[in-house]
């Protein structure tokens, strides 16, 4: 075969290969995140209608991290989330990343790119302290555990905003079911 052709042949290889690998191995689509009327969905999925667990791990893949312990931790840092499993798989709590600044060992290393909506509340990574709390008044506030994190339930769910220090940025929301 001439040097020619042999570059050639190649070059047609190496570039069917990269078309075929783009188009079979799509992207990770960022999850469209809503909270509504007690009703808790990630895509079509609804989480709030039993937590179990099993149907949004079978969605989201294989984890990056998993963690044994008290609660199991599934990191997916492709999606920017961690999940914990309680007893008989049913999800605890779900926290989405929006800033990696004090990363843990259950932390994913990379942010959350969807579309979170709680109520009318767009949330992204520069929604501050001042404007949750004036748009989520049909909320109720209550105690939270540390400085800069605040918790607010309604209609079986809980939320946790975790902000910088400044409360101008937002860290980390943490989605749960109230227990009874």
């Known amino acids: 075969m001439q040097p020619a052709r042999f570059k050639s042949y190649w070059l047609v290889l190496l570039l069917g290969h990269l078309f075929l690998s783009a188009y079979l191995n799509?992207?990770?689509?960022?999850?469209?995140?809503?909270?509504?009327?007690?009703?808790?969905?990630?895509?079509?999925l609804i989480v709030s209608e039993n937590w179990y667990l099993p149907p949004l791990k079978n969605k989201l893949?294989?984890?990056?991290?998993?963690?044994k312990g008290v609660n199991n931790t599934y990191t997916y840092t492709e999606f920017g989330l961690v999940l914990f499993e309680g007893i008989d798989s049913i999800l605890n709590e779900i926290q989405i990343f929006y800033n990696l600044q004090n990363p843990t060992k259950v932390s994913p290393?990379?942010?959350?790119?969807?579309d979170l909506k709680i109520d009318k509340l767009r949330v992204d990574r520069n929604l501050t302290k001042d404007l949750m709390t004036s748009s989520l008044i049909k909320w109720n506030p209550s105690p939270s555990f540390s400085p800069h994190l605040y918790r607010a339930e309604k209609d079986g769910i809980y939320l946790y905003f975790e902000f910088t220090e400044d409360e101008k940025n937002l860290v980390k929301v943490s989605i749960g079911r109230v227990k009874a």
């Open 26 to 44: 799509d992207p990770i689509r960022p999850l469209n995140i809503r909270i509504n009327n007690g009703e808790f969905k990630i895509d079509k």
């Open 61 to 67: 893949g294989t984890p990056e991290k998993i963690i």
């Open 109 to 114: 290393y990379s942010v959350y790119r969807g």
